[in-house]
């Protein structure tokens, strides 16, 4: 005899609570990232990234080169107390450098800035 798993209940209400618990950057979202990102890598000034997630939060690391520390972060939260503290900016040292309830606002304050290499 064959075993076989019977599920009883509503399979949709189940897969909706899975999607409530679920965290992470939404499309729209993402897709400004990474439209952001693909400008500063034909600019050459950004060469890597890496998407990391947790309960807490989800974060995109923005690397000048693959084997450096990253030099920012954009972090959004999850669980916030202030709605000013969802999105934040992160340096290569893992100090804030800005903070803000808006991605796009988070984005033009990385626009503005240009990193220049001294010789």
Same mark, same amino acid.
């Given at each position: 005899?064959?075993?076989?798993?019977?599920l009883?209940?509503? =399979?949709?209400?189940?897969e909706? /609570? $899975?999607?409530?618990?679920?965290?992470?950057?939404? /499309? !729209?979202?993402?897709?400004?990232? $990474?439209?952001?990102?693909?400008? /500063?890598? =034909?600019?050459?000034?950004?060469?890597?990234?890496?998407?990391?997630?947790?309960?807490?939060?989800?974060?995109?690391? +923005?690397?000048?080169? =693959?084997?450096?520390?990253?030099?920012y972060?954009?972090?959004?939260?999850?669980?916030?107390?202030?709605?000013?503290?969802?999105?934040? +900016?992160?340096?290569?040292?893992?100090?804030?450098? /800005?903070?803000?309830?808006? %991605?796009?606002?988070? %984005?033009?304050? $990385?626009?503005?800035?240009? %990193?220049?290499?001294? !010789?």
């Amino acid at each position: 005899m064959s075993r076989t798993k019977i599920l009883s209940g509503n =399979a949709y209400l189940y897969e909706a /609570k $899975l999607k409530e618990e679920e965290k992470f950057f939404s /499309k !729209k979202e993402l897709n400004k990232i $990474l439209s952001f990102y693909g400008m /500063k890598v =034909a600019s050459g000034e950004w060469k890597d990234y890496a998407i990391d997630r947790d309960k807490e939060k989800s974060s995109f690391s +923005i690397y000048r080169h =693959a084997s450096e520390m990253p030099i920012y972060q954009i972090i959004k939260k999850h669980k916030i107390k202030k709605p000013d503290e969802k999105w934040r +900016i992160l340096s290569m040292t893992g100090h804030e450098i /800005k903070r803000n309830r808006s %991605l796009d606002s988070i %984005l033009k304050f $990385l626009q503005g800035k240009r %990193l220049v290499l001294l !010789k």
